[in-house]
């Protein structure tokens, strides 16, 4: 019987053994070099193809069924880094405490002036409005002292809620920005007099605080509360 060679021309060899079929060694060599011939020949292909060999994605893609890097799949909570405070949040801060301070001296000097910085004349005006509403026979003089303990104590508390607020910005609170609006709202009514410094300092601290730079700090802060309830 002739011996038949495994393999005939223009056939892909493959790697199973035919049986019934003795080789010489020089045929088995020849055998097994043209099936890693082939091999290699199948994997450059899967390679054109986006595929690495084995059926495995190339590295640096992602697996079926996972996100692409810098996607995070829903409901995965992701760990909180350090938020960057811009500079607007920062002159915001600063300016209200400016201006809470300036409150406080333009107070406090109108609080300790004698009568309490009445003129005569508005003295005069207080004593017909007390007689016009039936309290008469009452010293106002005498009431002063009263009135002045009582103005500092309101004016140390509106100072301090000035500082409350511009904190609480800084901290990255909404909130916080939503009195001061209202307190700077509220301050107008003094505008055109002694507090038109501190009116003006308000403002424009609450005037940065609304920058886009610093709606986006406070949003980012009220996420960043969410998520870790």
Do not use: C
């Not at 406080?104 to 509403?133: C, F, H, K, V, W």
């Not at 308000?202 to 730079?213: E, I, Q, R, T």
């Amino acid at each position: 019987m002739t011996d038949h060679h495994p393999e005939q021309p223009g056939n892909e060899p493959n790697d199973r053994p035919q049986y019934g079929i003795r080789l010489t060694p020089e045929q088995q060599a020849e055998h097994q070099a043209r099936l890693e011939e082939a091999r290699r020949a199948r994997e450059t292909q899967q390679g054109q193809q986006g595929q690495s060999p084995y059926g495995q994605p190339p590295q640096g893609q992602p697996q079926p069924g996972q996100q692409p890097y810098g996607h995070p799949s829903q409901g995965a909570q992701q760990p909180f880094g350090p938020i960057e405070k811009p500079q607007t949040i920062d002159r915001s801060y600063w300016l209200i405490i400016a201006a809470g301070v300036a409150f406080l001296i333009t107070e406090l000097i109108s609080l300790l002036s004698p009568n309490l910085g009445l003129t005569p004349e508005m003295m005069d005006a207080y004593r017909e409005q007390m007689d016009a509403a039936g309290v008469s026979g009452v010293d106002l003089e005498s009431m002063l002292p009263a009135v002045r303990v009582v103005s500092v104590v309101f004016t140390a508390i509106l100072a301090g809620l000035y500082w409350l607020i511009a904190t609480g910005i800084r901290r990255g609170s909404n909130l916080a920005r939503i009195f001061g609006t209202i307190l700077a709202v509220l301050s107008l009514l003094a505008a055109f007099g002694p507090g038109f410094v501190y009116v003006a300092l308000g403002v424009a601290g609450l005037v940065f605080a609304y920058l886009k730079p610093s709606s986006e700090y406070l949003r980012a802060k009220a996420w960043e509360k969410a998520m870790r309830r």
